[in-house]
């Protein structure tokens, strides 16, 4: 099949990488443009343009997905069908061009956790498990209808930076039986159910901003779901610190934002018990285990 893949972060590598890998063929890849990044501003790729361009396949980077010649250029590949993996939303004129259509792949169990950070939320809220799932494009974000959906357990120990990991290759594999159905056409589409949606918006710093008022699981969930970026962090004396790696205790007995420390550790106070920080980056510095921190800082 003819494909057009559209995808901007390296959560979309796997994805794109098993599509060229595979008997179909990529006619162009679409992704976003180039960006200043880091502390000299310079202009650089997206990680799928990097990589698309790697393995010399034609790039668009529109600065409008409503552009005429880019619409006409679409066109004029006569795909069978778009595949979507972490991208922007795209209007019903570009959507519709594919004679198969197009396809999104998402990084939960829809209709759980619709839209931009569905594997942030479900650390954040406590889940057990997680999944991928593809769907047909409709003009309401995440709402079409459902191809394939594959889950996948969370372990204690996992935080945003290993679950999207997990979740990357597991929607590579995917996005490719995807594919494979639909050039076959031996598939039956699941209807969403909307009473069962739950959103999952855009991470902002006011989210990041560790509460010690509520109890310390919320808290290790938020401090999992924001590792490593953006981070949680607490402020104290004007200063920011970022926590990476915690462990709900009950010992020793705290206030909520009470600290204590021992030689090796840090323990800080919440509404219903104790929570360790494991690993900590003070603002301007690098990130470090407890012990090393307690070496050099204090936080009182």
């Not at 069962?196 to 901003?209: S, V």
């Amino acid at each position: 099949m003819k494909i057009v893949f559209l995808g901007t972060p390296e959560f979309a590598i796997p994805s794109l990488e098993k599509i060229i890998n595979s008997k179909h063929s990529i006619e162009l890849v679409v992704t976003a443009p180039d960006k200043e990044r880091g502390r000299g501003k310079k202009l650089l790729p997206t990680p799928v343009k990097e990589f698309a361009i790697s393995k010399g396949l034609e790039v668009l980077s529109p600065n409008s997905l409503k552009e005429e010649s880019f619409i006409e250029r679409l066109k004029s590949i006569n795909p069978d069908l778009f595949v979507v993996v972490a991208f922007r939303i795209l209007p019903k004129e570009v959507y519709t061009i594919p004679s198969k259509g197009s396809f999104n792949l998402h990084a939960s169990l829809l209709p759980k956790y619709r839209g931009a950070a569905p594997i942030q939320w479900a650390l954040i809220n406590g889940e057990k498990e997680t999944g991928v799932t593809t769907f047909f494009l409709e003009e309401k974000v995440d709402t079409g209808n459902i191809i394939l959906q594959e889950k996948i357990e969370i372990d204690d120990e996992d935080d945003y930076g290993s679950l999207h990991d997990k979740l990357k290759i597991l929607g590579a594999d995917v996005v490719i039986k995807t594919i494979d159905l639909i050039e076959t056409g031996d598939y039956e589409l699941i209807e969403q159910d909307n009473t069962k949606a739950t959103p999952a918006p855009k991470i902002t710093r006011e989210l990041c901003q560790i509460n010690w008022s509520k109890s310390a699981l919320e808290i290790h969930n938020l401090v999992r779901g924001l590792s490593p970026s953006p981070a949680a962090f607490f402020v104290l004396k004007n200063k920011i610190y970022k926590i990476y790696k915690t462990k709900v205790t009950q010992e020793p007995k705290l206030k909520p934002a009470e600290f204590f420390f021992s030689k090796h550790e840090i323990y800080v106070g919440t509404s219903d018990g104790t929570l360790q920080i494991l690993e900590i980056q003070p603002e301007g510095r690098k990130r470090m285990k407890a012990e090393e921190f307690l070496r050099g800082y204090k936080l009182n």
